[in-house]
């Protein structure tokens, strides 16, 4: 695991994220998730379909530039 970037929400919460890459040969399916919560894998070119927060999105477009 790496650290690429930190990244601060300028949409509003001034959170700030710490982003790493990482590489995982896994099953979504047998990772136990809190309810509610889904984890899937998707194509930079199937992002602009979800809805994903502002400040998300620009972590997104941040890494996939990375």
Do not use: K, Y
Not at 12 to 37: I, K, Y
Request: aromatic share 8%; charged share 25%; net charge negative.
């Amino acid at each position: 695991m790496a650290e690429l970037f930190e990244i601060t929400d300028e949409h509003g919460s001034g959170q700030r994220l710490t982003v790493f890459t990482a590489s995982w040969d896994g099953d979504p399916a047998c990772l136990r998730l809190n309810e509610g919560t889904e984890l899937r894998f998707v194509s930079p070119a199937e992002l602009g379909d979800l809805t994903i927060p502002p400040f998300n999105r620009d972590v997104l477009a941040r890494a996939a530039s990375a």
